[in-house]
C-alpha cells in the first residue's frame, strides 16, 4: 500500500455537496468510552469497553452561493435541532475509504481576521452511533438516468464474505422524477448479484436529502458489493458509502 495525501477529497452533509466550501478537517474522530474494572488480584489496569463515541469538525469558507444553488451558509447557518448526516470521501474513487457521522451540529462559529480574511469552524457530535469509516460504492457522487442494475461494472471488491451486518450511509444531491430507492447487493462471484434484505432507503421523492440504513450484526455480505437504484426518475445524483463489520459483536 502506498502512503496519500488528504488532495481531492469531497465532503457532504444533508445531501448537500460543500466540497468546495470546506477548507479543512480538524478532526475525524471515533473514541469508545471505557469503564475502570480493576480488581484487587490486578497488577494491571483493567477496562470493559463502553459506548462508541464519533466527532468531525472542519473549517469552511462564507458562501451564500449564487441563485439556484446552495452554499454552505444556508445550510450549516439552520444549526438544527434534528440530526445531522455528514460524510468524508478520501478522494472520490470506487472503493475508497469514506467516514460518515450521524450527528448533532453544535456550532457556527466565525472568525474575521485583520487582514480580511473569514473563515467558519463547525463540529459534529455523533448522536445515536459512532463514527463509521467504509468504502465509497459510488466514486464519489454516482448520477443515474433511470433504474440502474447492480453489476460488476459498479461494485466493490470486499475481499471476502463476511457475516458481522453493515451500515450503509446515502445522500441525495439532484433528483427528478416521481421517485427512487437505492439498495445494496452483494455477489459471491462479481456476475449474478441480489439484493441484501434489509439495506434499503425508503422511496426518496425529493433532494437534498440523508440516510442512514443498517442491517443485523448477524448478517451475511457477500464479497463483492454494489448499488442498484430502482424508481421513476431521469436524474438521481447520489454518493453511498458502506461499513462492513469486520468483526463480530459490533454494535451502534
Same mark, same amino acid.
Given at each position: 500500500?502506498?502512503k496519500?495525501s488528504?488532495l481531492?477529497?469531497?465532503?457532504?452533509?444533508?445531501?448537500?455537496?460543500?466540497?468546495?466550501d470546506?477548507?479543512?478537517?480538524?478532526q475525524?474522530?471515533c473514541?469508545g468510552?471505557?469503564?475502570?474494572?480493576?480488581?484487587?488480584?490486578?497488577?494491571?489496569?483493567?477496562?470493559?469497553?463502553?459506548?462508541n463515541?464519533?466527532?468531525?469538525?472542519?473549517?469552511?469558507?462564507?458562501?451564500?452561493?449564487?441563485?439556484?444553488?446552495t452554499?454552505e451558509?444556508?445550510?450549516?447557518s439552520?444549526l438544527?435541532y434534528a440530526d445531522?448526516?455528514?460524510?468524508?470521501?478520501?478522494?472520490?474513487?470506487l472503493?475508497?475509504?469514506?467516514?460518515s457521522?450521524?450527528?448533532?451540529?453544535?456550532?457556527?462559529?466565525?472568525?474575521r481576521?485583520t487582514?480580511?480574511?473569514l473563515?467558519?469552524a463547525?463540529?459534529?457530535?455523533?448522536?445515536?452511533?459512532?463514527l463509521?469509516?467504509?468504502?465509497?460504492?459510488?466514486?464519489?457522487?454516482?448520477?443515474?438516468?433511470?433504474a440502474?442494475?447492480?453489476? +460488476?461494472?459498479?461494485?466493490?471488491? !470486499?475481499? =471476502?464474505?463476511? *457475516?458481522?451486518? &453493515?451500515?450503509?450511509? %446515502?445522500?441525495?444531491f439532484?433528483?427528478?422524477?416521481?421517485s427512487?430507492?437505492?439498495?445494496?447487493?452483494d455477489?459471491?462471484?462479481?456476475s449474478?448479484?441480489a +439484493?441484501?434484505?434489509g439495506?434499503? !432507503?425508503? =422511496?426518496?421523492? *425529493?433532494a437534498? &436529502?440523508a440516510?442512514? %440504513?443498517?442491517?443485523?450484526n448477524?448478517?451475511t455480505l457477500?464479497?463483492?458489493?454494489?448499488?442498484?437504484?430502482?424508481g421513476?426518475?431521469s436524474?438521481?445524483?447520489?454518493?453511498v458509502?458502506?461499513n462492513k463489520?469486520?468483526?463480530?459483536?459490533?454494535?451502534?
Amino acid at each position: 500500500m502506498a502512503k496519500v495525501s488528504g488532495l481531492g477529497d469531497n465532503f457532504y452533509i444533508a445531501g448537500v455537496d460543500i466540497s468546495g466550501d470546506v477548507n479543512s478537517l480538524s478532526q475525524i474522530s471515533c473514541p469508545g468510552a471505557v469503564q475502570d474494572a480493576t480488581d484487587i488480584t490486578q497488577s494491571a489496569t483493567a477496562r470493559l469497553e463502553l459506548l462508541n463515541d464519533g466527532a468531525l469538525d472542519f473549517n469552511v469558507f462564507f458562501d451564500t452561493g449564487p441563485a439556484g444553488t446552495t452554499g454552505e451558509h444556508a445550510v450549516l447557518s439552520q444549526l438544527p435541532y434534528a440530526d445531522s448526516m455528514a460524510s468524508y470521501y478520501r478522494g472520490t474513487a470506487l472503493g475508497s475509504p469514506a467516514a460518515s457521522i450521524n450527528a448533532k451540529q453544535l456550532n457556527y462559529d466565525w472568525t474575521r481576521a485583520t487582514d480580511g480574511s473569514l473563515m467558519g469552524a463547525v463540529s459534529l457530535q455523533a448522536n445515536g452511533f459512532g463514527l463509521e469509516w467504509g468504502l465509497q460504492l459510488t466514486p464519489g457522487k454516482r448520477t443515474d438516468t433511470g433504474a440502474t442494475a447492480a453489476s +460488476a461494472a459498479n461494485s466493490v471488491d !470486499t475481499a =471476502a464474505s463476511l *457475516a458481522f451486518g &453493515a451500515q450503509m450511509y %446515502v445522500h441525495l444531491f439532484a433528483f427528478t422524477g416521481t421517485s427512487v430507492t437505492i439498495a445494496l447487493w452483494d455477489s459471491a462471484d462479481n456476475s449474478t448479484f441480489a +439484493a441484501v434484505a434489509g439495506m434499503t !432507503t425508503t =422511496a426518496l421523492t *425529493a433532494a437534498p &436529502a440523508a440516510q442512514r %440504513v443498517a442491517i443485523s450484526n448477524t448478517s451475511t455480505l457477500r464479497r463483492y458489493l454494489a448499488v442498484a437504484t430502482t424508481g421513476t426518475f431521469s436524474n438521481a445524483q447520489f454518493a453511498v458509502m458502506v461499513n462492513k463489520n469486520p468483526v463480530a459483536g459490533v454494535i451502534f
